[in-house]
């Protein structure tokens, strides 16, 4: 890799990627071309990109322009930066797992450029206060642009509304709001949020879990439970949910967006709902597109996660889902837990997975190596597809003239061991760890700066 | 125990209770794939020719263990079984070492039996219970394991409300560590002392028939015991409300049968499950009385079992739902047998853990 | 030679009258079931014999995979009696000293003799044998295995070198 001179000054001055496949699904294009960036803005994508610096695209590598730094991007994939629509960053409340600056730097780490963060924070974010003050301090941190998510009721407490119409109109102008992993059981109550949430273009995201079924739920139910002599979450108990959903948004008009799907039945569900109209967008994630549920098998709670990784044969259908664009997007839902809680029995430790740092190597690993999966097609759901779930700014956004340079540089063919204790986040529950895994961000650019220069995370602009 | 005459027993000793199982029939109960080397004398039998019986490093569950190592478990409870019975009970065989009791969920009827058995053994006993999980405390499980490992105890003796803890355990501590029930998971010393009490009562098990009857979702004995019962080659049923059938049963290796009156006739062991009259309110079943005319045992139905058919309850039983007292106190029930095998097993246990050389002395384990 | 042995025994014990064999698990047991027959046969009595497994009273627990255990059942109360222990070799002793620990738990005998077939040396605790059958000096590594026709299909007496 050739970098002739280092940036004289962060998030300005001029950038040249060359060399690289460029992948953008907002436009459609998959082709070698170079990437022409200054002060933050792609000025220009193409054979000849280097032109609007002056430069003749044969004059690659050495140039003697001290202000133009040039990336050698050969055998590299260029795309717009991920977006996850589903994180937590644990800030503010929960900082002994995470906070927005070691979230953010495994965001950088894993290729994204923003981050969703999860309404469960301590306090809740059911107020415009908490909702800036987060999308504020990932403003501070710089490595990704965090975007708050709501949540539905009042301190998540099932009843009564939060003020979605302050949360819209605030500086961090919230339009997608989840009670996370607590399912709006009340019917009544999520027909009036989905109802309300229209009004303002907003999104409503229900876990997907009857409670009923799930009392005391240890992991998927079947023949591993069976013998495990762990409670199980039986499939149905998300698919009575959904269907739920699914028909009270369509009924009204509203969107719905559903969360880390993962029973084939579900699939199924979300798939005819789309055929009909309904205003659906649905995500999953990396651990229910690899993980099954004979991993719980040694109790590490680690492999204790919220939806329960299932059996083989949903796997294959999230996968297939994934493929066809029933489901719109990778989510991760990193969850990070301190290392006690994870240490304790498997009833009482927590639900969870890291993922930010991985996701993009398990969707290439299992889909793409595999050729299952274009690789337009898998960064699609990195980028347009979780752009189309709510409003995220630019990201995503096709790769042209004026547009922000939010992008991240991957090597396809990079082999690499998952050390969980390796990773940027505060926790170690990954449950990659140990995994070889293929392919793996390289850079990643936010508005033109490097948030991750040759596998290096930047230091957080502001440490708190 | 004092009325018992001053001289070692043999296992017939105690026939008052068990009808005799005479040396010479002993042979017999070990499976065909240990070479019966050694001939019936009139007055020993060597009821083990461990050839190449897999050392034990860790009782976690059944399934860990293969058919060799559950019978030299049980041919060796049957020479300690007359250490029990007989005057001066002990042996000084684990004289030094040091057995902890956890018992994260009270039982004290287990903790009893290990006690008992660990005492036999001239081990010391230490008795560590902590209701519920210990993180309410403050401390999460890792650290109790490790204060355990500090205070330099031999083997760990573990009962939990929370299936997986003692295989967890075992990832965090390097000396043995016994399952005492865990959860709904597994409860192995039960199982291989009933497995031994039907060995004492039936001889070789193989074909013979098991009607496991009750609430086999939550319980932990029958995961253990229907484990147990195929490795020596039993049959296994399962009758009980459709509500207690834990998810794809029929994978456990067992079949399932839809009414306890017509798997009586042919049943060699009727096995009782304890029911838990709270279970009704979580509309398991209607009612204790319409579960004791489906699937309770009483004295009609023990009317229908062969002569030699034993009924057994891991206990305690609850009276007039599962068993009527007529069932539990009849000749056919060897319900209180079973307690007394249960310490000869515990013993049979903590010996093949800890008299064997510390793990990291065996190559490559 | 076990017919001297016997001898010796009558001898030594001026009759049959309060023996009682006892052989140690496993090759000692057909060796003091052999040797009570012969007594029995000499005195015209009945010699009570009885098999004592030791493992449980050994010393060197944790040092090797535990043993599998064997019967003990002596068929008589053992208090006041004499109590031939009987066993195929005695090397370091240490088999005989846990034999005394076992047959004390099971009473209290007026005394204990003990007979072994083979002694080749080797002590490691004060113990010596009343009655011999062949003194057999080894080397502290050779194996010596005496076989019988009861669990072993002949009888003899077996050295090994061990090879280095």
Known sequence: MTTTHPPARTGAGRLLLIGGRVLDPASGVDDHLDVAIEDGTIVAVGTDAAGVFGRSAADDGASDDPDIEVVDCTGHWIAPGFIDVHTHLREPGGEAAEDIATGSAAGAAGGYTALCAMANTSPVCDSAAIAELVWRRGREVALVDVFPVGSITKGLEGRELTEIGQLNACAAEVDFFSDDGIPLADTLVMRRALQYAKAFGAVICNHSEDPDLTAGAQMNEGAVSSVLGLAG???EAEEVMIARDLILAGGIGARLHVP????????????????????????ATPHHLLLTDDLVADYDAVMKVNPPVRTASDVEALREALIDGTLDAVATDHAPHAPEYKDQEWEHAPCGMLGLETAFAVVHTALVATGRMTPLQAIARFTTGPASVRNVGQHGAALVAGADANLVVLDPEARWTV?????????????????????????????????????VVADAAVVA | MTQQPRHASSPAADAATTPATTPATTPATTPATTPATTPATSTATSTATATRVAPLHHLLGIDDLDAAQVVHILDTAEQLLPIATRERNTVPTLRGKVVCNLFLEDS??????FDLAAKRLSAEVLNFSAKGSSVSKGESFKDTALTLDAMGVDCVVVRSGSSGAPRQLARYLDVPIMNAGDGWHQHPTQALLDVFTMRRHLGDLAGRRVVIVGDLLHSRVARSEVQALNLVGAQVSVVAPPTLLPPEVERWGVEVVPSLDDALPDADVVYLLRVQRERMHRAFFPSTREYQRLWGMDGRRLRQLKDHAIVMHPGPMNRGVEITGEVADSDQSVITEQVTNGIAVRMACLYLLLAAPAVDEEAGR | MLRRLAHELIEANQGAEGLVLVGIQTRGLPLAQRLARLIGEIEGTEVPCGALDVTLYRDDLGRRAPKSLHATDVPVDVTGRTVVLVDDVLYTGRTIRAALDALNELGRPDRIRLVVLVDRGHRELPIRADHVGKNLPTAYDDRIRVLVEETDGQDAVVSEEVPA
């Open chain 1, 419 to 455: 050390d969980a204790h390796a990773l940027h986040s505060r926790a170690r529950n990954s449950p990659f760890d140990g995994r070889e895994l293929t392919g793996r961000p390289v850079h990643t650019l936010l508005r033109g700066r490097f948030t991750l220069r040759e596998g």
């Open chain 1, 233 to 235: 979450w039986p499939h």
């Open chain 1, 260 to 283: 880390h799907v993962t029973t084939a039945g579900a699939v199924e569900l979300i798939r005819l709902a789309k055929e009909r109209g309904v205003r659906v967008t649905a995500e």
């Open chain 2, 108 to 113: 004290t009827r287990t903790r009893i039996s």
